[in-house]
């Protein structure tokens, strides 16, 4: 056997060894070390193999597979592995998510309830999908359109409602206006004249006698006035108190269009602030320690500390 040979042999051996003990170090932790499950979501949100793993914030394990099911390609197939004793029960949910802000994303799965059922080896997780960042500015465009619309139909039932309300208003200033007191004060005035012609005939008959048709007209005239006065009145206060109804009923549908626009988009407003909120302060958080250490924008370690010239 040439030298070449032996040489050959050796290499091939060592590569084989090598191999067999990769495997048995991988198979040994799979087996001693970790357990399989899988869960299903619709969209895997850039998830990949050796993808972390966090069981209530802390690392407990990898992604191992991301495909699509076979049973139902609408859905995506996950696989992953955590360590032994991870307690994940009937109740815990994963889902799609960043820890930071600018992080990559991982698979979260929440701690559940303690009083759940412990998952066993090879369950499915139960799972719940995340809403990503293209979702989520799209419901909030579609709240902003919404929000849109209605100020727009405001904007048009606005000028209409104040037309009413100011037709209103005139016609309770013509109520009240000069022509109906002077109305009232000559129905007064009539009833005044009726005493006063009653005073006379008590004082004299003749004069009452004399006076009867007089006073019989004069009392006709008076109710003819004061009918006249209540059927003037009447008819536009009716009329006033109608529109007036109308114009109440369009303005509490238009302010329950609003309140049902804010209820049905209430958990993304909600939801929206948070994020936004949370944005803002990993932001003011970096543009401090930007300001503190300017130098991280062009090295990634430390620099050491100057040393005081003795």
């Known amino acids: 056997m040439t030298t ?65 099911d076979t049973d139902d390609p609408t859905r995506i197939e996950i696989a992953f592995q955590v360590s032994a004793g991870t307690p994940l029960n009937g109740e815990s949910k994963a889902r799609v998510a960043a820890v930071s802000l600018m992080g990559s994303p991982s698979l979260l799965i929440t701690t559940g309830s303690n009083d759940a059922p412990r998952l066993v080896p090879g369950d499915v997780v139960p799972s719940e999908e995340g809403v990503s960042t293209s979702e989520l500015m799209r419901r909030v465009g579609t709240v902003a359109e919404s929000a849109n619309n209605v100020l727009l139909d405001l904007r048009r039932e606005i000028p209409e409602i104040a037309v009413r309300l100011h037709s209103v208003l005139d016609n309770v200033n013509r109520l009240t206006g000069v022509e109906n007191q002077q109305q009232i004060r000559t129905v007064l005035a009539g009833i005044r004249t009726l005493v006063n012609d009653t005073d006379a005939a008590v004082a004299s008959a003749k004069p009452v006698m004399a006076n009867i048709d007089q006073t019989v007209t004069n009392v006709n005239r008076t109710f003819d ?50 994020a936004l909120r949370t944005t803002s302060e990993n932001l003011r958080t970096m543009s401090e320690q930007l300001k503190a250490r300017p130098w991280n924008l062009i090295r990634t370690t430390q620099a050491d500390d100057r040393k005081v010239p003795r």
């Open 4 to 68: 070449e040979t032996k040489v050959g042999l050796f290499v091939v051996t060592a590569v084989v060894l090598l191999a067999a003990t990769i495997y048995g170090v991988r198979s040994t932790r799979t087996v001693h070390g970790q357990v399989r499950f899988k869960t299903y979501l619709r969209d895997a949100g850039g998830l990949d193999v050796d993808t972390s793993v966090l069981f209530g914030g802390i690392k407990v394990g990898q992604i191992t597979a991301v495909r699509p």
């Open 225 to 274: 006035s004061v009918r006249g006065t209540v059927d003037a009145v009447r008819e536009p206060l009716v009329d006033d108190l109608k529109a007036l109804h109308d114009t109440l009923e369009d303005a509490r549908g238009a302010i329950g269009s609003v309140h049902d626009v804010v209820r049905t988009n209430e958990d993304d407003f909600a939801e929206t602030m948070h």
